[in-house]
C-alpha cells in the first residue's frame, strides 16, 4: 500500500523569498503524483501532476515540482513567493490497486504562510 | 464549465438522524470519490465508485454509505451521525481515477 508523507506540517516564509515544500511517497508499483493547493474556504485544485515523461513538471502560479524516482520524492517549489500563495498545499499519490481501480492518497498537507 | 457540486455546504444536525450530501459532476467522469478532511490528518478517502453501480470501500468507511445509480451523481449517506463524523467532506471526481481529480466545494458537516 502506498504513503506519502509531508515532512513539514507548517513553512513560513518571507514574501520574494523562494519555497520548498517536501513530498516523500511509498509505493512498490509505478505511480502517477500531484501537488493540490487549498485557499481557505474552498475546495482543492490542482497545481501540476507527473504522469510520466521529464521529471521536471511545471505548474500553475509559477510552480514546479522534480520527480525523484530513486528517492521517492516530489518536491514542490516556487524561487519567489507572493503573499496569495498562503495556503494549504497537498501532496497525492495515484497508484493502481485490485480490480483495475486506482487508489489516490494524499499527504496530512503543509500550510504556507507568506509573511509581508 | 466543468465542475463537481456538493450540496450542503453546510449543515448542523443531531445526532442519530440519517442525512443525505449529495455530489454531481457534468464531465462524464466514470470514477468518484469522497473524502472528510480533519485537522493534520489531511484527506482521507471513505468510499469511492468506479462506475454505475460499481462501489468500494476507501479507508474510512465505517458509518457511510454510498451510491451510484446514475453517472454524474454520487451521494453520501449517513444512516445515524455520531459527534466523530463531524468534519470538512470533499466530492471528487476523475476519468478512471488515475488522473487529475476534481474537487467540489465541500461540505462542512457539524454532529451535535
Known amino acids: 500500500a502506498q504513503s506519502v508523507t509531508q515532512l513539514d506540517s507548517q513553512v513560513p516564509v518571507f514574501e520574494e523569498a523562494p519555497v520548498e515544500l517536501r513530498c516523500n511517497y511509498s509505493?512498490?508499483?509505478?505511480?502517477?503524483l500531484f501537488w493540490y493547493v487549498q485557499y481557505p474556504n474552498q475546495g482543492l485544485q490542482l497545481l501540476l501532476k507527473y504522469l510520466s515523461g521529464s521529471t521536471l513538471v511545471k505548474g500553475i502560479n509559477g510552480f514546479e515540482a522534480e520527480f525523484n524516482k530513486s528517492q521517492t520524492s516530489f518536491h514542490l517549489r516556487k524561487p519567489s513567493v507572493h503573499i496569495s500563495d498562503t495556503a494549504e498545499y497537498f501532496c497525492a499519490v495515484s497508484e493502481r490497486s485490485g480490480a483495475g481501480s486506482y487508489q489516490l492518497t494524499f499527504g496530512k498537507g503543509t500550510k504556507l504562510s507568506v509573511i509581508p | 464549465e466543468a465542475q463537481v457540486t456538493q450540496n450542503p455546504r453546510y449543515l448542523i444536525t443531531v445526532t442519530g438522524k440519517k442525512l443525505t450530501v449529495t455530489c454531481s459532476q457534468n464531465m462524464n467522469h466514470e470514477y468518484m470519490s469522497w473524502y472528510r478532511q480533519d485537522p493534520g490528518l489531511g484527506l482521507r478517502q471513505i468510499y469511492y465508485s468506479m462506475n454505475v453501480e460499481v462501489t468500494d470501500k476507501g479507508d474510512v468507511p465505517e458509518g457511510y454509505k454510498v451510491s451510484r445509480k446514475e453517472k454524474r451523481n454520487f451521494p453520501l449517506i449517513l444512516e445515524s451521525p455520531s459527534p466523530n463524523q463531524t468534519s470538512l467532506y470533499f466530492c471528487?471526481?476523475?476519468?478512471?481515477?488515475?488522473?487529475?481529480?476534481?474537487f467540489g466545494q465541500g461540505t462542512r458537516l457539524t454532529v451535535v
Open positions: 509505493s512498490s508499483v509505478s505511480v502517477y
Open positions: 471528487a471526481s476523475s476519468f478512471h481515477g488515475q488522473g487529475q481529480a476534481f
